[in-house]
């Protein structure tokens, strides 16, 4: 198992930028493909963006596509997102998830963390 910590979340005009981090416990967390998913008041959680273990490879959605960037250390067991050029329709609840495998569906991952509030202003 692992257990995910979000930190990062904060207030920020349009146009700002935030660091988002997820940190891991566990000696297993470069075995596992991280992701990030967000859930905006009265909508669905949806997908952000994903990381393969080796961090090589990501997959973002496409709104957040030249503006957000998803990284890894496996060193210090570490998940970040990256986002730039923040829009008011970005905010919501951003949460890291654990899975095995490379994929944006939600239900393949079984490891979440409690996440934390982005809230971008106009």
């Known amino acids: 198992q692992v257990q995910l910590v979000e930190s990062g979340g904060g207030l920020v005009q349009a146009g700002g930028s935030l660091r988002l981090s997820c940190a891991a416990s566990g000696r297993t967390f470069s075995s596992y493909v991280m992701g990030w998913f967000r859930q905006a008041p009265g909508k669905e959680r949806e997908f952000v963006a994903i990381?393969?273990?080796?961090?090589?490879?990501?997959l973002y959605k496409d709104s957040v596509k030249g503006r957000f960037t998803i990284s890894r250390d496996n060193a210090k067991n570490t998940l970040y997102l990256q986002m730039n050029t923040l829009k008011p329709e970005d905010t919501a609840v951003y949460t890291c998830a654990a899975g095995p495998l490379f994929i944006s569906t939600q239900d393949k991952y079984p490891y979440w963390g409690q996440g934390t509030q982005v809230t971008v202003s106009s």
């Open positions: 990381i393969s273990r080796s961090g090589l490879t990501t």
